[in-house]
């Protein structure tokens, strides 16, 4: 029994993980999770020569550095104790921590019988030599590397999570790995090189390397933003579904939702999503926005809209249809509601019909383009009871310049959102993001709305509720 134990522990990077938690960790509960899996297929791509650059972007205390920085550097040297390898971290603190857990895996007797070829020569407490002539080294960023070269090359965590804002900070982090750490490779054609980090901002180290491209990138946020197949084995993948959380057993999503609370939805968003969005936003800025708890008076309303934007395909990777309900008071605009789904053709009518019906809107307005299209004419056509006949608007000009020729309104504090709604976080991230996030819709709903908004604008002292539809895929990416 105990040679087949070690035979999986030489052959199987997985079991290997295992059994290096419980020896950092002694007393903890390891929980495996495919998330490891994906991780462990990754670095043996890397090991093999499949791969020559891997990042891996991933939350905090999900077992990145020890899987990685730890026991993969450990059995790597068991294997071939002559390879050498540096890690980088942020800071020379967290390099010797994890050159101390890194010990840990490789003094202890079970891991001497494992490797026997593998002996400590020397060890300086960031410098473990082999007397094969191999090692690991650990540094920080910026640190020394004169006369060092490495077969691999490991970046855990570059940036401090304090230090994200700091333009200076992270083009330090982008200059040295540019200009100092990538000329380390001993072999520039099969050296490789991961990155093993949390996303802090859009232009941290992960977000230069993606830009650049020639990355394999694994992407694990703590809660999945749409369907996913993640390869976790040679013809293995993992089927992850949208709302689905990293590791169930370790967070889950009510930990998951106090975490997002207590950090606020921004942070969450880069450092759990893996999904950074600029603090004061892009095109629209945060501070732009206003706030309220209680809508203006009922007496005030005299005229409702609703106006769509509709998408026809349903995939993971397709965009949303949204629906962006608002209130127009004189010259300000309140946004009620957001809905955002992807629907098929039948159910997409039935949701129309039933905002309608939950908002009793005056008027709809439907993008007249691609999949919109069809919905307005047979809205036109078959106008079901109750339901005001839907206009049809013509998009004119890029998105990015839709937005951009309305945004005027909302840096005049004209739009006002509510200050709290389970909509209202992925509503603001969309809108902070663009034109550099994934998607756009409720981007392409909210500008809808406001230029309409803003030429029929004809009774000064009523409210007029909207709701904003967008329609996708099938149409030109030009919007209102």
């Known amino acids: ?46 090991e093999s020569g499949e791969c020559r650059r891997l990042l891996i972007n991933q939350p905090p205390r999900s077992l990145k550095s020890l899987s990685v920085s730890v026991a993969y550097v450990a059995w790597l040297l068991g ?41 400590i020569a020397r060890d300086t407490g960031s410098d473990l030599v082999t007397s094969a002539g191999g090692g690991r080294y650990a540094t920080s960023v910026g640190g020394t ?30 200059d040295w790995y540019g200009g100092t750490l990538v000329s380390r490779l001993n072999d520039k054609d099969k050296g490789g090189i991961v990155v093993v980090m949390q996303r802090l901002h859009q232009e941290d180290l992960a977000g230069y390397l993606l830009q650049a491209g020639g990355w394999r ?18 013809g293995k993948h993992h089927t992850r579904r949208a709302g689905e959380v990293l590791h169930a057993a370790r967070e889950d999503k009510p930990v998951l939702e106090q975490i997002k609370a207590e950090t606020g939805s921004l942070h969450f968003s ?54 962006t309900t608002w209130r127009i008071v004189k010259k ?32 709809i307005l439907i993008e007249n383009a691609g999949p919109g299209m069809a919905m307005l004419q047979e809205l036109q ?26 945004s005027f309104k909302i840096e005049a504090g004209q739009v006002h959102l509510p200050a709290d709604a389970s909509w209202l976080d992925d509503y603001l991230l969309e809108l902070l993001a663009f034109p550099q996030g994934r998607h756009d819709d409720q981007v392409d709903s909210t500008s809808q709305f406001l230029k309409w908004a803003s030429t029929h604008h004809m009774f000064d002292d009523c409210v007029i509720g909207v709701v904003s539809v967008k329609v996708e895929r099938g149409y030109d990416g030009s919007y209102m």
């Open 332 to 363: 300000d605009y309140y946004l009620l509601d957001v809905y955002r789904g992807r629907l098929q053709y039948p159910d997409l009518r039935r949701m129309m019909i039933g905002l309608a019906k939950r908002h009793n809107p005056t008027t």
């Open 217 to 234: 990138h694994l992407n694990l946020p703590a809660i999945a933003p749409e369907d996913a197949q993640i390869p976790i084995g040679r």
């Open 1 to 46: 029994m105990i040679s087949v134990i070690a035979a999986l522990l030489r052959r199987d990077l997985r079991y290997f993980i295992h059994k290096a938690f419980c020896t950092v960790f002694p007393g903890s509960d390891y929980l495996p999770n495919w998330h490891i899996d994906a991780i462990v297929f990754q670095l043996l791509q890397l």
């Open 79 to 119: 294997r071939d104790p002559g390879r050498r390898i540096i890690v980088v971290s942020y800071s020379n603190e967290l390099a010797a921590e994890l050159h101390r857990q890194f010990r840990m895996v490789v003094e202890p007797a079970w891991y001497r019988d494992l490797f026997p070829a593998m002996r």
């Open 145 to 174: 590397l004169t006369g060092r070269g490495a077969d691999l090359i490991i970046v855990d965590d570059p940036l401090k999570a304090e230090e994200a804002l700091s333009e200076l900070a992270r083009k330090r982090v982008i």
């Open 270 to 323: 880069a450092q759990y999503q893996q999904q950074p969005i600029p603090m004061e936003g892009n095109l629209i800025k945060r501070e732009w926005f206003r706030s309220y708890q209680q809508l203006p008076p009922a007496a005030a309303a005299g005229y409702v809209v609703q106006s769509w934007d509709v998408a026809m395909m349903t995939g993971s990777g397709n965009d949303y249809s949204v629906c």
């Open 381 to 406: 056509r078959d106008l079901p009871d109750g339901m005001p006949r839907p206009l049809g608007i013509k998009p004119e000009g890029s998105k990015a310049d839709r937005m951009a020729a309305q």
